[in-house]
């Protein structure tokens, strides 16, 4: 790891590299056209007055190399979650443990937030993924479906 790695909340000057990585993924997902939000959306949501979003990002040598991204959900038989909608590091900054890292922010986030667990999806295919995740002790769940409703022009 470099030793200029930090880890540390997002701002809002940070948007633009977040949605620059967000595409990134979108383009590793095999969905380079479905990332639609604009920057002042992105950014409006994440600092404007009502924050739907947080984020961790991680810096190297002052460049955002990885992100991690969040929001609260409600389960009626657990309580308030954290969401991780989602968690980067580029091609070049893998293996450096900054993936880890972020990782531990967020689940110290919800430690102190008092939050009843963190959820996230993953893509069937992604076996590197799965294999990080199972580094954390993650369980997966085969038996629910995932179910999307988009609003109608």
Sequence with gaps: M??????????APDCARIL??????????????EVTVSLDHFRESGFGPNPVWWAFVAEEEGIINGFAL??????????QRMYLEDILVTRQARGRGLGKLLMEALIQEAHDRGLHGI???????????FNFYRKFNAT????????SLHPVD
């Design 20 to 33: 620059e990585l967000v595409h990134e993924l979108a383009v590793y997902e095999r969905a380079p056209d």
């Design 119 to 129: 959820s996230w999806q993953v893509l069937s295919w992604n076996e590197p993924a």
């Design 2 to 11: 470099s030793s200029t790695l930090t880890i540390r909340r997002a701002t």
């Design 140 to 147: 997966f769940d085969d038996e629910w479906v995932n179910v």
């Design 70 to 79: 969040y929001y609260i959900r409600y389960s009626t038989w657990r309580g």
